[in-house]
């Protein structure tokens, strides 16, 4: 049945996430590592994720001290999320994160 699926919708039936997180060089998924607490009131937390996918670098959201059943039911996190990404791509996201970048053409 899996392989149905995957043939009929082109990937793989566990989501985007999975198919776009990192792998080393055994195979196994990269350490997630933790990017930013978010206060998810004014929609920073999704905000962050999609630009982070723009760049081609995968987010997970964790909502502490049972925040995904406010997500859930009001729409946003009373206590915020948590936002991890691979270790590979820690400190690229942590730029991104900071704003803009600068180089010799953009001071």
């Known amino acids: ?14 989501g985007k996430l999975q198919d776009d997180w990192p792998k080393d060089e055994n195979g196994d998924f990269e350490e997630p590592v933790f990017l930013k607490h978010c206060a998810s009131t004014d929609m920073e937390d999704d905000l962050l994720v999609n630009m982070l996918a723009a760049y081609g670098i995968p987010c997970i959201r964790q909502y502490p001290n049972n925040g995904q059943l406010g997500r859930v039911i009001m729409g946003i996190s009373g206590n915020g999320a948590d936002l991890y990404v691979p270790v590979s791509k820690a400190e690229e996201a942590r730029t991104l994160c900071e704003g803009e970048v600068r180089d010799e053409e953009n001071v």
């Open 1 to 14: 049945m899996e392989s149905n699926i995957k043939e009929e919708w082109g990937r793989s039936p566990y």
